[in-house]
Every structure is written in C-alpha cells, then in structure tokens.
C-alpha cells in the first residue's frame, strides 16, 4: 500500500468512526427531534435550490462530455420540480410514525420476568448506489427517520451534486440536536474504498447496494458485513386460460408500458396455451400499438406475428419497450419457467379461476405475488409503507419494499426483581 | 480438479439439488401433516435408541483414541436419558403453533388491492454445526416446522451419530406424505464440501453457523449466501453503586456458576466503584467458594484479593469457572466497557435506580439486555419461543433466541380485481 491508499483508507475510516459515534447519539434522538430535523433539512435544500443546481450543473456537463447516453444523464438532472419533489419526500418522511421504541411484544417470562421486544435502529448504515442524486436525499431521510447514521457513497457521475446534498443535510442538521455527521456523503468514489468500507465490520452494521446486478452482486461476495440487496426486476405475468380478457390487456399495458424503466415493470408475458388464440392478440396488439417490441417462442408467434425470442431472453431485464412472450401448457408450467428465470421480485397471474391463483401466490417464491393486477404496485408508498429505500429481492430481514420499519432492528428488554434460572 | 474432488462436488450439488426440490414440497405440507411428522419421528427414534447408541458408541470410541478432552467427549455421547430428551424436544416441537401461513399484516392498496403480509419458508437452510449429536434431530425439528428442508453439516467426531439420526428421520419419513429428503445430513465431511456448499447461491437461501468463533467467522467470509451466525456469549454484570446485594450476589452466582459452558454465562463482571467496597466482596466470595477462579483489574483486586488480570481477559469467553472483574466510576464508563468488549449477546445491570437502569437497556446494543435478572434466560424456552436452533448475535433477521417463527421469511399476496397503476 503506497502513502496516497493508506491516507485514502485512514479517511474511509474516520467516516465509519464519526458514523458509529453518530449512530450512538441517533438512539437516544427522540421522534419531534427527528421530525423538527427532517423539515428543517427539506426547508434548507429548498433555500439553497440555485446552489444544489450549480453543483448539479457540474455532473451533467461531465456526463454530457463523456458522451454518457441520453437516458442516464436525463436520470443525473436536478431542476426546481425534481429539487420540490425531492423535499416534499423529506416532508413525508417527516410526518411517518417513528418505529423507533415500538414495542413489538411483550410476555412474562419465568418468575415474572418481564420481556419486552423492542424496536430498535440498526446502527450505521452504508448505502453504495449509482446515478440519481435524488437517492442522497431519499436515504438520507430514512435513515434518519430510523435513527440511523448513514454513509452514503453514490456514483462518480453524481459526485458533486450527492455533496452539495449531503453538505447542506449536514448543515441543516448542526442547527438541531442531532449529530451533523449522522449523514456523510463520501467524497472520493475510488472502487477500492468501497472494498474497504463493505470490510469494516463492527463498525458498519448493514450494507445496502442499490444498482445493476452486477455491483449488487460484486458487493455481496466482498462485504464483511450482512448485506440487502436491491436487484434487478425480471417480473413476470402469467394469462391462465380462465382470464378475463380486458384484465389481462390493461394490466399487462399498465406493467408494460407505464414505466418501462423500472424494475417492477413485465419483462415476460406467459400465456396459457388456450388464451393464445383469443386473448393474446388483443393484449400484444395494444402493447405494439404503444410502440413495445415483441420478442416470442414459436407458438406464441403462431399466435401473434413477432420476432422469435432467443435463450437470452427470458433472463433478460430489458428496462424498456420490449417485452418476451411464451406460450405454456399449465399454471405449473408457468410457475417453473418463473423459478428458473425470475428474479423473486413481482410476479401476476391473471385468472378467474381460484384454485389457480392460489397455485400462483403458494408456488411462486416472489416477494410480491400477484393476482389480478399489474406488477406496478411492488411500492413502498403504494404499499402503505411510505418511502421506500429500495425494493430487497432476498429473503432475510427484508423482502420487498424496504421502509422506516425495515431499516430498524429489535432487541430484549428483560426487566427482573432478581430472577434467577433453576 | 480432479476426478475424485469432482465426484464429491457434485455428490453436495446433489444434495442441495434434494433439498431445492423437498422445499418445494414442504411449502405445501398442512399444519397436521407436520405434527404428525414430527411425532412419527420422535417414535422412530425411541424404537430405535438401541440402534443410536450403537453407531454413537463408534465415534465415542474415535474420540477416546484420538485423545479427544473429557468435556467433548462428554457432549458427544447419547444414552437413554440424552435420547429420551431429544425426543422430548422433537414432540415439544410438534406441539407449537405452525408460523407458515400466518397472516403478519392485511391492508388495502390503491383501488381496493388487497395486500396481505403472508408468513412463509425461507426454503432451504444448510446448517454447519460441531459435537453434540442432538443437534441434528433439534435442527431438523425445527426446520421441518417451519416447513423448511435442511442440510446438515455436523462435525467429523458425531458423523456416524448424526447419520444414524438422519437415517432414521428419512426412515419416519418416508412413511409419511412429506419428502424423506427435507433432511439430509452431509456424509462427507471434507472442508472443502462446506466452502462448496455455502457457494451454491440459488439453491441454498440461509447458513446457519452454529459452534467456535473461528468456524463461524470462516463461513460468515467464505460464504455467498447470507449467514446467520451464532456466535460466542461474552456476557456482562454490571453491580450499579445503587445495587441490591442479596440480589447481585444471587444473580452473578447463577450467571456464572448454575452452567459455566453455555454462551449465556457471564464471563466479566463490573462493579461501580461506590459498590467495590460493600458489595463486591460478598458477591466474589460466595463464586471463590463454587471453585470460580477469579481474576481483577488494580482496583478490583484492592478489594478482594486474586489474580491480577491480563488484558486478553477481557475479550475472553472462559466457558468454564473463571470470571474477570473491573472497577469502573459510572454506568456510562461499564457501557463503554461492554461495547468495546462484549459480543452483543446477553448483557445486565444490576441497579435500584430507574434511570440508570434506562441509560443500560437503551445503550447496551446487545440482543438481551437485562435488569436486576441473571443473563441465563436468553433462551429460545425461557422467553417463550420455544426450542431454538440457536441464538443470533447479529442484528440483520434474527436476533437473540431463534425458533421456528425466525426460520421464515415472508411475501405479501397482492389481491386484485384488474388493478392497475395511475
């Protein structure tokens, strides 16, 4: 390790230490401390819009330059409305209940212990993300909200806007009782310091990496620390024989076609083999109306004129108009092809028939099974939770949209007069 | 690679291919169909104690020949008694409330969406374990209530045990409608099968470490799959200077003397220095009169005479009749002590006052932190959660004692009439 490594991971360090001295005074912050600090938090970065724009401007020229596609730099801009929309996020976090202190059981225990499980924050929380400014804020609040201390440490593409932010956070923050360094944003994005900092076990608590599957996947083979993961979507629907027709259009449309860019959007249309001759032409006839690209096996083409899917396909999360369709002989052909295939994120059967539906939601290992409706609802706010931090697509501690709630833990409170075991 | 490494890779790929399609099958399994499982398997191996004892006496007699200490050998043998109360556990485990199929939370979506919080299996868990062979007819208990299928990876020294028990589990249920290879115990058991198992990310959804710190530190970063480990107990009692003496010396005593080799015990004690003149004596002489070696930091050991301790002793998990004590000038500074040293486990205070007790429940962040009781009821039965498959000192899923209600996940079920999103 040269001179520049060991000074570059010293600072690494020094942002765990100041987050685990921050997390500590986070446990003790009470629910209108939090609140007060959210709202002065999203009332600061809305005075300083003009600032956080200037910053922002920065990353957008650099990307423009750089020659990034259309598509991600439009991701990158910050303006007046994506600023308001941003705090008004903050100001929603600000009014959820507080999860922290919620009792979530209570029994005696032997001898009239008392055992009281109680709700309590994780600690320091690491968060590694790509691309949207928006997640710095977004973030920030939760964790806050969960009495967290948070470092954050998004994309090079979106330095400076994540640190002007994370700089006006901080001092929005030094004007509250809560500790400033609660939330850091990390100032240089070098990959090797992440590899430190997923390694610092004992200080940091829990590592959320929210991106492409393939830095997911990189920093779950790394971390040292438990890690949540928020992958990718390859969401399915499946048109059982009994299906109603003008379901199954409009929800595969609205899955489709609403937000194609989004991990809870359809990536694969499966179709019983009886609804392939009636119901399936209408459903792709609207899709292609809308400009969606077709892609199916040989009977779905049969059915509907389109270009023939190859193998890669039916792994493919296409994040846009496009959309792989293929015929099967059964609801248990279709729950195969989404266990081989699926990602355990969303997945719809369309059907009037009960005994299937409920096939589908026992059989189907998805954080959120569906009957009867779009996979577009896979959502923290449209799920009641309120802002989400990601969408976790394993199964321990959080499946699904991960809220407040999920950001926290819980421990024992054992309140005795001297109990002893015999 | 050669051919004879490839053979035993493939041999666990098999295995774990076993387990993926048991688990498939236990989501279906009914309540009753469970129960009655598990007591056809209790039955089986009573019948068959004779059986047990035969191939458990083979390993016993290995580990006399291989100089194997008295205690190990000890935890290794089953007799009469040692059968009779795992199967007690095994009818203690039919017996509980089935956690599968539980709704946790119901809510409506937009649009009248019904979203249902369903508790379901994590599907298939791969447990490392060491010595004592009644783990793995505890294990597989708990994981068949859970409609879960199990791998199971005991220590060389029980092999032939564990697989006479695992023999007779597949025997019980193959007579039943539940998949005879929901339990497997590992026949080989070759490290290098263990790191492959743990790799198999897709088929295997939790490991779950149980044994030394080392074995579990190894799997924790070797593994691709998301661990739960349960891990070593260094408990803390903190005597406040507004201490109960009766209380502090009953509560210490059974902490560290009613069962010195458990994670439970305490390991260090610390006393407010208002408390090392009037109660630590009291306290320390009913231990030194159970034989417990003590050992004291400079002031400790002004106010009762033993050993000076080194400063490896506060890290130590003894395991056995030994006990370090510290001086310390405030509840904060006995807090600092315990978050520096401690494993997050078991921790307690013994105090008359409020608010002292309130600062060490809130800023021990273990998972049992007590007040005025012995740290020996962090315990899946003492706190009414019955058996457990072990006790978690992590924070992400489980924490503390885990049963069967630990040993699923949820989804939600996503009921809709045509819902789509706006």
Redesign the interface.
């Known amino acids: 390790m040269n001179t520049e490594e060991m000074e570059k991971k010293e600072k690494i360090f020094e942002v765990a230490k100041n987050a685990v001295i921050s997390s500590?005074q986070m446990?003790?912050a009470g629910s209108s401390q939090k609140k007060d600090a959210l709202v002065k938090i999203a009332e600061l970065l809305e005075s300083k819009a003009d600032d956080i724009k200037f910053r922002n401007e920065i990353d957008v020229e650099a990307a423009r330059e750089d020659g990034l596609p259309e598509a991600l730099i439009d991701r990158l801009i910050l303006d007046d409305k994506r600023i308001k929309s941003m705090t008004d996020g903050i100001r929603e976090v600000a009014e959820m209940e507080d999860p922290v202190g919620q009792i979530i059981e209570e029994?005696e225990?032997?001898g009239g212990?008392k055992?009281r499980k109680v709700r309590v924050p994780?600690?320091v929380i690491a968060m590694v993300y790509e691309s949207r400014p928006n997640v710095t804020a977004d973030a920030a609040a939760l964790c806050l909200k969960s009495s967290n201390s948070v470092i954050l440490r998004g994309g090079s593409e979106a330095l400076n806007s994540n640190l002007a932010i994370g700089h006006f956070i901080q001092e929005a923050l030094s004007e509250t009782e809560l500790p400033a360094k609660s939330v850091q944003v990390v100032e240089d994005t070098d990959r090797e310091l992440v590899n430190h900092l997923i390694s610092l076990k004992g200080m940091v608590?829990?590592v959320i990496p929210r991106g492409s599957e393939k830095m997911i996947e990189t920093i779950?083979?790394k971390s040292?620390i438990?890690?949540?993961g928020h992958g990718k979507g390859l969401c399915h629907i499946y048109i059982d024989e009994t299906a109603?027709g003008?379901?199954a259009a409009?929800?595969v449309?609205?899955?489709k076609v609403?937000r194609p860019g989004v991990c809870n959007a359809v990536e694969t249309l499966l179709v019983h083999s009886s609804a392939a001759g009636d119901i399936l032409p209408g459903v792709l006839k609207k899709l292609e109306d809308a400009g969606v690209e077709l892609v199916g096996d040989e009977r779905a083409k049969d059915a509907y004129e389109m270009q023939p899917a190859s193998k890669e396909d039916w792994s493919s999360e296409y994040l846009g108009l496009k959309l792989s369709v293929k015929v099967v002989d059964s609801v248990r052909e279709a729950v195969e092809h989404i266990e081989r295939f699926g990602s355990h994120h969303s997945d719809?059967i369309i059907t009037e028939d009960k005994e299937n539906?409920g096939y589908f939601?026992?059989?189907v290992?998805?954080?959120?099974?569906?009957?009867?409706?779009?996979t577009?609802?896979?959502d923290g706010s449209?799920?009641?939770l309120g802002a989400e931090i990601g969408i976790s697509n394993?199964?321990?501690?959080a499946?699904?949209p991960m809220g407040v709630r999920e950001l926290t833990?819980?421990?024992?409170?054992?309140?005795?007069?001297?109990?002893?075991?015999t």
Chains 1, 2 share one sequence.
């Open positions: 500590r446990r003790k029994r225990g032997p212990l055992i994780l600690g608590d829990i779950t083979e040292k438990p890690v949540i109603d003008q379901k409009d929800i449309f609205n899955a609403q719809a539906c939601l026992n059989n290992d998805s954080a959120c099974v569906y009957c009867n409706a779009s577009r609802f896979t449209q799920m009641g394993q199964k321990l501690h499946r699904g833990t819980y421990k024992y409170h054992m309140m005795g007069t001297g109990q002893v075991r």
